[in-house]
């Protein structure tokens, strides 16, 4: 199957009030044009130079998310024109990410990585962690980041149930988080969750991004 008819398949399969992710790492910029021309729009990296040097060569009505961790001294790159970095999981970062996007005039959106997985690999904040950074004068103090919702990655495992519970678990920290401290806020709204293996069970327990890479470019 050709970049395009995957693309199609899945489309098919996602309600419209979910946002695609087309996960690009790796792939060459002729991939990404394939499916730009089925009219994908919104791609994701996740490393900032690989995406920065992207955007460059590529449309520029293309939104680009970065979806990787990420190291401070990296935001530079992508501060001019990212749409949304869904890996925040540090104070020290959300502060970079503000100092740049001042620089560049800007407000940068930002999701908050969350970690509900087993695996002690993956990255993210713990609920209570992120509740703290909330009340934080440090926090209160960023003007020119938005933080729109929250990120999660489940552990890489065969078994259904548990990745439905990890997903139910960040459905339930997005819950609290809006009820607490954005319940007023209408751009608080975004549930980034779902990669290729488990996209599909991610929406049925409330996913409004899903980020797609190997079934729509192939393995990396
Ligand atoms: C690579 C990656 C994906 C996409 O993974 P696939 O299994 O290829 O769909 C999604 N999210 C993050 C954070 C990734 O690094």
Redesign the pocket.
């Known amino acids: 199957m050709s970049i395009a008819d995957n693309i199609k398949k899945i489309i098919s399969t996602i309600p419209s009030n979910v946002k695609l992710?087309a996960?690009s790492?790796t792939k060459p910029k002729e991939d990404i044009l394939e499916a730009y021309q089925c009219q994908q729009k919104i791609f994701?990296e996740?490393k900032a130079q690989e995406l920065a040097a992207k955007q460059k060569e590529l449309p520029h009505d293309i939104e680009w998310h970065m979806?990787?961790h990420m190291q401070s001294n990296k935001v530079k790159y992508i501060a001019p024109f990212v749409a949304l970095i869904?890996?925040v999981d540090s104070i020290s970062l959300l502060q970079e990410i503000n100092k740049q996007a001042l620089k560049n005039n800007r407000t940068i959106k930002v999701l908050l990585q969350f970690h509900i997985a087993e695996e002690e690999t993956k990255f993210g904040f713990a609920e209570i962690e992120a509740l703290a950074l909330l009340d934080s004068s440090e926090f209160k103090a960023l003007k020119n980041v938005e933080v729109c919702g929250v990120?999660g990655?489940a552990t890489f495992t065969e078994n259904i149930e548990q990745i439905r519970k990890e997903f139910k678990h960040l459905k339930r920290i997005f819950d609290n988080i809006k009820k607490s401290h954005f319940s007023t806020n209408e751009n608080f709204k975004e549930i980034s969750m779902g990669?290729?293996?488990d996209?599909l069970l991610a929406i049925e327990e409330g996913s409004t991004m899903v980020?797609?890479?190997?079934?729509?470019?192939g393995g990396?």
Request: aromatic share 8%; no cysteine; charged share 15%.
């Open positions: 992710i996960v790492k994701g996740n979806i990787g869904h890996s990120m990655m990669m290729s293996g996209y980020r797609v890479g190997s079934s729509i470019f990396r």
